[in-house]
């Protein structure tokens, strides 16, 4: 393969945002990270589930394990209620923050929707996204995790992803958090919505409360200004599953 062929076969990946090189970092890490919770997780909770990509994944690496979905949109709630009907899923249409009550939700109808947020969608995302742009306001039941029903399991591990209100929602789960063993959660190194969370926070947050980094999972580069990193997904663990 000529020099040339390969220039351009690098530049359409960059173009269309992948890189080679981080996907199969992406495939690495997700799976040793998936390894290390075997037969050490009793509950999935998985927080802002949108069409439910990973619950496949999830039914077959943790067989027979309960999995618990929040998607506060309530057309995708209805789709994952239809597409996973088993005695194991179960969906809740509820967004997740730090108390309870009701509030606006941005929706994005555009990239089936994982752009929507209780945040207002910031600049920079609509920059480099606007196919993604938030195009109506509905109002949502919102909870606290800490108020939820989700008891009679030590073994938590959560997958949350609710574009930049992740701390809000790890602030209302603070008791919860006692009985999590693993955390997948994406973050962004900037702000890509109003009033979003930032990624130090977050690992902040959960440092002091005894979990530690495994991993980060680097999947978004802004490959339109200078490849920097804008999003990434950090996994945690607790200390005692490392021991084993």
Same mark, same amino acid.
């Given at each position: 393969?000529?020099?040339?062929?390969?220039?351009?076969?690098?530049?359409?990946?960059?173009?269309?945002?992948?890189?080679?090189?981080?996907?199969?970092?992406?495939?690495?890490?997700?799976?040793?990270?998936?390894?290390?919770?075997?037969?050490?997780?009793?509950?999935?909770?998985?927080?802002? %589930?949108?069409?439910?990509?990973?619950?496949?994944? *999830?039914?077959?690496? !943790?067989?027979?394990?309960? @999995?618990?979905? &929040? +998607?506060?949109?309530?057309?995708?709630?209805?789709?994952?209620?239809?597409?996973?009907?088993?005695?194991?899923?179960?969906?809740?249409?509820?967004?997740?923050?730090?108390?309870?009550?009701?509030?606006?939700?941005?929706?994005?109808?555009?990239?089936?929707?994982?752009?929507?947020?209780?945040?207002?969608?910031?600049?920079?995302?609509?920059?480099?996204?606007?196919?993604?742009?938030?195009?109506?306001?509905?109002?949502?039941?919102?909870? %606290?995790?800490?108020?939820?029903?989700?008891?009679? *399991?030590?073994?938590? !591990?959560?997958?949350?992803? @609710?574009?930049? &209100? +992740?701390?809000?929602?790890?602030?209302?789960?603070?008791?919860?958090?006692?009985?999590?063993?693993?955390?997948?959660?994406?973050?962004?190194?900037?702000?890509?919505?109003?009033?979003?969370?930032?990624?130090?926070?977050?690992?902040?947050?959960?440092?002091?409360?005894?979990?530690?980094?495994?991993?980060?999972?680097?999947?978004?580069?802004?490959?339109?200004?200078?490849?920097?990193?804008?999003?990434?997904?950090?996994?945690?663990?607790?200390?005692?599953?490392?021991?084993?």
């Amino acid at each position: 393969m000529s020099t040339q062929i390969k220039s351009v076969i690098k530049f359409l990946f960059l173009k269309i945002g992948l890189s080679i090189r981080f996907a199969k970092h992406t495939r690495i890490a997700e799976t040793a990270f998936l390894d290390a919770l075997t037969n050490n997780v009793d509950c999935v909770l998985y927080v802002g %589930a949108n069409r439910g990509q990973m619950v496949e994944k *999830f039914l077959n690496k !943790f067989p027979n394990t309960p @999995i618990i979905m &929040y +998607e506060a949109e309530p057309t995708l709630a209805q789709f994952l209620v239809s597409k996973f009907s088993s005695d194991l899923v179960t969906v809740r249409n509820k967004a997740v923050g730090s108390k309870n009550g009701t509030a606006e939700f941005y929706v994005s109808t555009g990239t089936d929707g994982q752009s929507s947020s209780l945040l207002h969608m910031g600049n920079r995302h609509l920059r480099w996204s606007p196919e993604s742009a938030q195009s109506k306001v509905i109002n949502v039941e919102t909870v %606290a995790l800490d108020s939820e029903k989700i008891s009679g *399991f030590k073994s938590i !591990f959560l997958k949350i992803d @609710i574009q930049g &209100y +992740e701390l809000e929602a790890f602030r209302g789960a603070i008791e919860l958090l006692k009985n999590v063993v693993a955390i997948d959660v994406e973050v962004s190194t900037e702000s890509m919505y109003d009033g979003d969370c930032s990624w130090f926070e977050i690992s902040d947050l959960l440092v002091s409360n005894n979990f530690q980094l495994f991993d980060i999972d680097p999947w978004f580069h802004d490959h339109t200004n200078k490849n920097e990193l804008l999003q990434a997904d950090f996994r945690f663990i607790r200390s005692s599953l490392l021991s084993r």
